[in-house]
C-alpha cells in the first residue's frame, strides 16, 4: 500500500512512494507526530538520478524488517534536494562541519524540533568498512534516545548553536578591483592541470563558471594564460568520455583526472551552462569544436529533457537496464569491440574503435569503453564518421533508456533559457530561440503567481508547493534578460525587473548580503546562506550578475548599488578560493568593464541592416554587455529612449560609464567597440 509520499509531484520522492517505510514529506505534521509519538526523526534526502540514492533504497528501504524497526521507533521524513535546497543546505551543514564531509543519500537525526544530533551518508545493510550496518546506526541512535535524552538534547542544541555563529562576514560591501581578479587568475593558475585541463584531481568537474570568468578575464585585459586555460579545458572536456559523442551533452563529472569516465548521470543544469559556456568560447575565438559542442549540447537538451508543457526535466539517470533487467551505472552509454561489429561490421568497427578509443581491454568496467574523442594524428574521413556516429545511435535508441525526473526547476531552466537563447542567436538557430521562449511561457504562466512570487518547481504542468529560493529568482531574471536582449521583446525584462525587486525586498539583509531564503519563508534551524559557486551559480552570485545586467538596462541605481554590495564577497573570497567563486568573478568582470550598454535601433528587426548590426552586438565579447534593439521611439526597452537613425540607416550606440561612443552604422566597427 502506498505511504503518503504517493501524493506529491517530485519523481524522487514518488519513487519511494511504494516503500514499506511510513513516509512523511517534509512538514509541519510530521514533526508534530514526532512531538506526539515522542520519536526522533530520520531525514534521509536525496534526489532522482542519484546512485547511491537507489541503492541504499534498494538494501534498506525497500526491506520489510528495517522498515518495521523505523516505522516503530522513528518518524521518517524523506527530501528531495533539488526541490527543498534550503533544507539540504542546512542539514548538510551540519553534517560537513560534524564529519568533513558530505554527500547524497543523506541520513541525519533529529529532535522533534528538527534539531540535529546525529549524521551520516550512505549506510550500508551490514557492516563494511569500517562503517556501521543502518540496522546498527537506528539500534545506536535509539538508544541514545531512550537511556541518554539529556545528552542528545545537549549536542542538538550545541550544533545549532555553533551553525547559528556562522553567519557570514564578507569584508566590505566594496566590487573586487584589478588586484584581487589578478590574484583569483594567479590563484587558478596553481590549481591548473596543464596537462589534462581543468583544476584540481579526481573527481573532476566541469568548471563552466571559471571558464566564464577567465573568457571575460581575457576580453577585457588580454590576458593569454586566461584564454588558454579555458580553451584547453574545453576542449579535453570535449573530447573525453564526460562528452557524450553521440548524442551530446555532458555528464555530471568525470571520476578520474584524464575525463575519461563519467558519473553518468546527465543535469539540466551542467548542460545549460556549458552549452552557453562553449558558445561563448566559439564567440571569443571562432574555434570549430567549441561550435560543435555548444549546438550538440543545445540539442540534446531539447531532444531529451523538453517537457510536454515546454520547460526543461531535471535530469537523466546514471542507471539503465544492461538488457539482463539489471540496474548499471553507465550500461546506456558504454560499447565493446564486439558492439560495434554487430551494428558496424567488421571494417568500420574497427575504424570506430579507433576514433572513439575503444579497446578490447575496456577503459571502464567488464572490458566496456566509454567513447571518447583521443588526440591522434590520423586524418579520418568525415562523411564515414558521421554515418558511424548515426548509425550507433540509432543502436543506442534501441537500449533500455536511462530514466528521466521530469520536475521543472525554475532556477535551472532559467540557465537553459540564457543558454538556448544565446545559441540561437549566434548560430541562426531560431527554433533554439524558440525553445528558451518556450520554456520562459512555461515559468510565467504556471511558476509565477501575481504577486510575481516563484515556485520552486513544477511536474507534468502542475506546481509543486515549494517556495522559490534566491536561486530561482536570479537565473529566471538572468534567463530572462538573456531573451530580452535576443528578441528586442521589453517583457522579459520586465518580468525580470519584477523578479528582482524580490531579491531586493524579501531576499537582502540590511548590510547588502543575501540569503538563499526568503525573510518571510519557512524559518529552519538557521537560515541559509551560502555565496559559493558549486554545480551551479550560488544565489548570492546569480543575484549580483542579474542585478547589474538589469541596471545597465534599465539605469536603475538601487539595482547596480545592490549588485556592487553582493561583489563584496567576491573580493573576499575570490583572490582565496577563486574555484569555487567562479561565477561570481565573471559578474565581477563585467562590473569592472562597466558592463557595456549597447542600443540598436532600425526599421524593424528583420531588416538586414538591423539584423547585421544587432547579431554583431550579441557578438561582442565585451563582458557582461547588454544588448537592446527595437525601432526608434520604441519604449520596449529603456535603453532605446532618444536613439534616432543616423542619415536614415540602422544605428547602434554604445555606452559605459555614463559616457557613449559616438552612433555607428557600421558593424564592423561596432564589433571592434565591442572587443570582437
Request: proline letters at 5%; a negative charge.
Amino acid at each position: 500500500m502506498p505511504n503518503r509520499l504517493a501524493h506529491e509531484t517530485s519523481p524522487y520522492l514518488l519513487q519511494h512512494a511504494d516503500n514499506p517505510v511510513d513516509w512523511w514529506p517534509w512538514s509541519a505534521e510530521a514533526f508534530e507526530e514526532a512531538r506526539k509519538a515522542n520519536k526522533p526523526v530520520l531525514l534521509s534526502v536525496g534526489y532522482s538520478s542519484c546512485h547511491w540514492c537507489h541503492v541504499m533504497a534498494h538494501e534498506s528501504f525497500e526491506d520489510e524488517a528495517t522498515a518495521d524497526y523505523l516505522n516503530e521507533h522513528f518518524v521518517s521524513v524523506k527530501v528531495d534536494r533539488e526541490e527543498r535546497p534550503d533544507v539540504d543546505a542546512v542539514y548538510m551543514e551540519a553534517v560537513q562541519a560534524a564529519t568533513g564531509q558530505g554527500g547524497w543519500p543523506m541520513t541525519v537525526f533529529l529532535t522533534p524540533e528538527a534539531e540535529p544530533f546525529y549524521f551520516g551518508t550512505y549506510f550500508p545493510p551490514s557492516p563494511r568498512q569500517g562503517m556501521p550496518s543502518f540496522r546498527q546506526v537506528l539500534e545506536g541512535v535509539r538508544a541514545a534516545w531512550s537511556d541518554r535524552r539529556e545528552e542528545v538534547a545537549e549536542v542538538a542544541g550545541k550544533i545549532v548553536r555553533d551553525l547559528a555563529g556562522r553567519e557570514i562576514s564578507y569584508g566590505d560591501s566594496q566590487a573586487p578591483g584589478e588586484e584581487q581578479l589578478a590574484a583569483a587568475l594567479l590563484g587558478l593558475t596553481r590549481e591548473y592541470d596543464a596537462q589534462r585541463g581543468g583544476f584540481g584531481g579526481a573527481p573532476k568537474f566541469p568548471p563552466s563558471m571559471v571558464v566564464e570568468f577567465l573568457l571575460r578575464h581575457h576580453a577585457r585585459t588580454g590576458a593569454e594564460g586566461a584564454l588558454q586555460m579555458a580553451q584547453d579545458t574545453c576542449e579535453r572536456m570535449a573530447r573525453g568520455g564526460i562528452h557524450d559523442q553521440l548524442g551530446g551533452g555532458f555528464a555530471r563529472y568525470s571520476v578520474d583526472r584524464d575525463w575519461v569516465v563519467p558519473h553518468f548521470e546527465k543535469m539540466l543544469y551542467d548542460n545549460a551552462l556549458l552549452c552557453r559556456v562553449y558558445a561563448h568560447l566559439w564567440r571569443a575565438t571562432g574555434s570549430d569544436l567549441a561550435r560543435r559542442v555548444a549546438l550538440d549540447t543545445a540539442d540534446f537538451m531539447v531532444r531529451e529533457l523538453r517537457t510536454a508543457e515546454g520547460g526543461f526535466a531535471s535530469a537523466l539517470d546514471a542507471d539503465s537496464d544492461d538488457g539482463s533487467g539489471k540496474h548499471v551505472e553507465g550500461a546506456y552509454y558504454v560499447w565493446t569491440p564486439e558492439q560495434l561489429r554487430e551494428v558496424l561490421g567488421e571494417q568500420d568497427a574497427e575504424l570506430a574503435a579507433g576514433y572513439f578509443g575503444v579497446t578490447e581491454e575496456g577503459t571502464f568496467e567488464h572490458g566496456q569503453s566509454v567513447l571518447q574523442l583521443p588526440q591522434q594524428d590520423t586524418v579520418f574521413d568525415a562523411d564515414r564518421i558521421e554515418s558511424i556516429r548515426r548509425r550507433l545511435l540509432d543502436a543506442r535508441a534501441l537500449r533500455p533508456a536511462p530514466g528521466r525526473d521530469d520536475k521543472v526547476v525554475a532556477a535551472w531552466n532559467g540557465l537553459a533559457i540564457a543558454a538556448l537563447a544565446e545559441t540561437g542567436a549566434y548560430f541562426d538557430r531560431p527554433d533554439l530561440v524558440e525553445s528558451a521562449v518556450g520554456a520562459a511561457d512555461l515559468l510565467v504562466r504556471l511558476h509565477l503567481d501575481e504577486q510575481a512570487r516563484l515556485s520552486r518547481t513544477s511536474k507534468d504542468g502542475q506546481v509543486g508547493a515549494n517556495a522559490g529560493v534566491l536561486e530561482d529568482y536570479a537565473d529566471v531574471a538572468e534567463g530572462f534578460l538573456a531573451l530580452a536582449s535576443v528578441t528586442g521583446e521589453g517583457v522579459w525584462l520586465d518580468f525580470a525587473g519584477f523578479l528582482l525587486d524580490h531579491v531586493l525586498s524579501r531576499f537582502t539583509g540590511e548590510d547588502g548580503a543575501l540569503f538563499d531564503t526568503a525573510a518571510d519563508a519557512e524559518r529552519l534551524i538557521r537560515r541559509p546562506q551560502d555565496p559559493t559557486d558549486n554545480a551551479v551559480p550560488s544565489g548570492w552570485t546569480a543575484a549580483a550578475g542579474a542585478l547589474l545586467s538589469y541596471a545597465a538596462q534599465t539605469g536603475a541605481e538601487p539595482h547596480r548599488a545592490a549588485a556592487e554590495k553582493a561583489l563584496g564577497v567576491v573580493k573576499a573570497l575570490g583572490p582565496r578560493v577563486p574555484r569555487f567563486v567562479g561565477w561570481g568573478l565573471a559578474v565581477a568582470e563585467a562590473f569592472l568593464d562597466g558592463p557595456r550598454e549597447v542600443a540598436v535601433v532600425g526599421p524593424s528587426l528583420t531588416d538586414p541592416a538591423t539584423r547585421a548590426l544587432h547579431r554583431t552586438a550579441l557578438l561582442g565579447n565585451a563582458p557582461g554587455a547588454v544588448v537592446a534593439a527595437g525601432t526608434p521611439g520604441g519604449d520596449e526597452l529603456p535603453l532605446l529612449a532618444d536613439r534616432i537613425l543616423v542619415d536614415g540607416e540602422p544605428t547602434a550606440y554604445v555606452c559605459r560609464h555614463f559616457t557613449c561612443d559616438a552612433p555607428t552604422t557600421d558593424a564592423e566597427a561596432l564589433r571592434v567597440a565591442l572587443g570582437g
